[in-house]
């Protein structure tokens, strides 16, 4: 036998219980808005102008503040950095030592959503280290991360040399 508990109920609160009822299931759904490829592109080449700034400005403090409290650098070769502090120490230790003079980002491939955008691509670079110059091409993966107050963060920062 079947139970209709509205049907004891006055009709508005039939109606009232159905509202109630289908907003609460229509909350349940996952609220992430889809990007278009075109805005993510637009936000990962803003943040990427800023990351250049930062490193040809050789600015551990704004640097470290493109990335998340959690954030992990994976540096060619070496082991993980872990969090913002430590990613700071990193690029003051490496802003010691050398400088760049030029830097050209090329993303390759672009996903995500309102949360979370993925980007795959190449920096091609002009490093002054010790009085010579070094042209540098890498491959990188950069997982940027939507922070509360609306801007992108990085979350995962990781490169290689490109094998060229």
Same mark, same amino acid.
């Given at each position: 036998?079947?139970?209709?508990?509205?049907?004891?109920?006055?009709?508005?609160?039939?109606?009232?219980?159905?509202? $109630?009822?289908? *907003?609460?299931?229509?909350?349940? &759904?996952? #609220?992430?808005?889809?990007?278009? !490829?075109?805005?993510?592109?637009? @936000?990962?080449?803003?943040?990427?102008?800023?990351?250049?700034?930062?490193?040809?400005?050789?600015?551990?403090?704004?640097?470290?503040?493109?990335?998340?409290?959690?954030?992990?650098?994976?540096?060619?070769?070496?082991?993980?950095?872990?969090?913002?502090?430590? $990613?700071?120490? *990193?690029?003051?230790?490496?802003? &010691?030592? #050398?400088?760049?003079?030029?830097? !050209?980002?090329?993303?390759?491939? @672009?996903?995500?959503?309102?949360?979370?955008?993925?980007?795959?691509?190449?920096?091609?670079?002009?490093?002054?280290?010790?009085?010579?110059?070094?042209?540098?091409?890498?491959?990188?993966?950069?997982?940027?991360?939507?922070?509360?107050?609306?801007?992108?963060?990085?979350?995962?920062?990781?490169?290689?040399?490109?094998?060229?």
């Amino acid at each position: 036998m079947k139970l209709n508990v509205t049907r004891f109920l006055p009709k508005h609160l039939q109606i009232l219980f159905i509202f $109630i009822f289908l *907003f609460a299931l229509s909350s349940c &759904k996952d #609220s992430v808005r889809a990007l278009s !490829k075109d805005e993510m592109k637009a @936000i990962v080449k803003k943040q990427n102008e800023i990351l250049k700034k930062c490193f040809k400005d050789g600015n551990a403090d704004n640097l470290a503040m493109m990335y998340t409290e959690s954030a992990k650098l994976s540096p060619n070769g070496s082991p993980f950095v872990n969090g913002r502090d430590s $990613i700071k120490s *990193f690029w003051e230790a490496d802003f &010691k030592s #050398s400088k760049l003079l030029e830097m !050209k980002t090329n993303t390759l491939t @672009i996903d995500g959503d309102e949360n979370i955008i993925y980007e795959t691509g190449t920096t091609t670079s002009d490093i002054l280290y010790k009085d010579s110059v070094y042209h540098v091409k890498v491959k990188y993966v950069n997982v940027w991360r939507k922070q509360p107050e609306g801007d992108y963060k990085l979350d995962i920062d990781f490169w290689n040399d490109d094998g060229e």
